[in-house]
Antibody, heavy 121, light 110 residues
Framework: QVQLVESGGGVVQPGRSLRLSCAAS????????MHWIRQAPGKGLEWVAV????????FYGHSVRGRFTISRDNSKNTLYLQMNSLRVEDTAVYYC??????????????WGQGTLVTVSS | QSVLTQPPSASGTPGQRVSISCSGG????????VSWYKQLPGTAPKILIH???QRPSGVPDRFSGSKSGTSASLAISGLQSEDEADYYC???????????FGTGTTVTVL
């Protein structure tokens, strides 16, 4: 079955960096756009970034633009999120999610279980 | 309106019908299709409705979506205990140039 498993979360100081990974299985990873979406503790959902299936295009939410970089390795069925210059307000559970339509319809399903990033001094 | 506003909470007894609204504006709901997601406590969200009123396979027909103008709604009929969850609407926002999620609604089964 389709499975997405995030890893790489943890506690990091403000200004430092962290890289998240999302391992995909059960589907043809290279055929799908992939997203990162986050949820601050007790708060709602915020879209973070998307990378299209062939890696040709990537887009970011305004709050992370210039600090975060999304990438993917289709040979390893893995999505990444490089997070630099982290801020306290980046503290959240980070989910990876497959684009529901395959391309860029910006509907999300399925989602991984999430990985918690805590930015604190 | 750039924010997608949902009521913070909704409730009903088993078997009742509950409706959740999602109020937006001309840059989002009025011109783009709406999706709905269900998030059980401590778990990841799951898609319930896409393209305003389309249910993915496996989603019970107790769930239905609609859209009119700058607002959308999710209705849950025949409310069950397993429907206790947070529900979010989502839609592409032309002014944000990205997808926007609603503020979320917690449904409680009394």
């Amino acid at each position: 079955q389709v499975q997405l498993v995030e890893s790489g979360g943890g506690v990091v100081q403000p200004g430092r960096s962290l890289r998240l990974s999302c391992a995909a299985s059960g589907f043809m990873f290279s055929n799908y756009g992939m997203h990162w979406i986050r949820q601050a503790p007790g708060k709602g959902l915020e879209w973070v970034a998307v990378m299209f299936s062939d890696g040709s295009n990537k887009f970011y939410g305004h709050s992370v633009r210039g600090r975060f970089t999304i990438s993917r390795d289709n040979s390893k069925n893995t999505l990444y999120l490089q997070m630099n210059s982290l801020r306290v307000e980046d503290t959240a559970v980070y989910y990876c999610a497959r684009d529901y339509c395959g391309g860029d319809c910006y509907k999300f399903d399925p989602w991984g279980q999430g990985t918690l990033v805590t930015v604190s001094s | 309106q750039s924010v997608l506003t949902q009521p913070p909470s909704a409730s009903g007894t088993p078997g009742q019908r509950v409706s959740i609204s999602c109020s937006g504006g001309s840059s989002n709901i009025e011109t783009n299709s709406v999706s709905w997601y269900k998030q059980l406590p401590g778990t990841a969200p799951k898609i319930l409705i896409h393209s305003n009123d389309q249910r993915p396979s496996g989603v019970p027909d107790r769930f239905s979506g609609s859209k009119s103008g700058t607002s959308a709604s999710l209705a849950i009929s025949g409310l069950q205990s397993e429907d206790e969850a947070d529900y979010y609407c989502a839609v592409w926002d032309d002014s944000l140039i990205g997808p926007r999620f609603g503020t979320g609604t917690t449904v409680t089964v009394l």
